[in-house]
């Protein structure tokens, strides 16, 4: 499953970045204060309450980690569906951590093309840093799922059980 399902969710997550990339400045703008106001109305109990222009106030405030959050955890993923898939070869780690920057790089490339939108150095590093997460994450997690199944904690070294099954 996983020889096939990871590159099929890989490629769909890089399109969803690229469209969300794709986006004109103004409406992606339009996209980000959907989800601050979200954000806001789950934050504060008593969101309604306050006037029109505090509750500007708190949207636009939440627009920065709101839209890098949004690049970390995409990243995260992009990062730990690479690792996943990418786990039986050599150099597993690094290739999943190139790819997912990889990645990053290209995008933010390709939003100096798109008007109203700029690439950004320091969106490259959140969205690296989100890549090595996911790719920690997953590797932690499947040495978990191991160790649970083997009924046993190995030494890297010795992660083979057998000489078919292979691990992180």
């Given at each position: 499953?996983?020889?096939?399902?990871?590159?099929?969710?890989?490629?769909?997550l890089m399109l969803f970045i690229f469209?969300?990339?794709?986006?004109?400045?103004d409406e992606s703008t339009v996209t980000s204060s959907r989800f601050c106001l979200l954000a806001a109305r789950l934050l504060?109990?008593?969101?309604?309450?306050?006037?029109?222009?505090?509750?500007?106030?708190?949207?636009?405030?939440?627009?920065?980690?709101?839209?890098?959050?949004?690049?970390?955890?995409e990243y995260a993923l992009l990062g730990?569906?690479?690792?996943?898939?990418?786990?039986?070869?050599?150099?597993n780690l690094l290739l999943a951590f190139l790819a997912a920057t990889g990645y990053a790089v290209t995008d933010e490339?390709?939003?100096?093309?798109?008007?109203?939108r700029e690439g950004k150095i320091w969106d490259v590093l959140i969205d690296s840093s989100g890549g090595i997460c996911g790719i920690l994450a997953a590797f932690v997690l499947l040495c978990v799922l191991y160790c649970l199944r083997h009924r046993e904690i190995a030494p890297r070294a010795v992660w083979k059980h057998d000489e078919k099954e292979k691990m992180p």
């Open positions: 499953m996983r020889r096939y399902l990871c590159p099929v969710l890989i490629g769909a469209c969300m990339s794709a986006q004109p400045g504060f109990s008593d969101f309604e309450s306050y006037t029109a222009i505090t509750q500007e106030s708190i949207t636009e405030g939440l627009t920065f980690a709101v839209r890098k959050a949004a690049h970390f955890s730990a569906l690479w690792y996943i898939w990418l786990r039986h070869k050599p150099k490339i390709h939003q100096l093309f798109v008007p109203g």
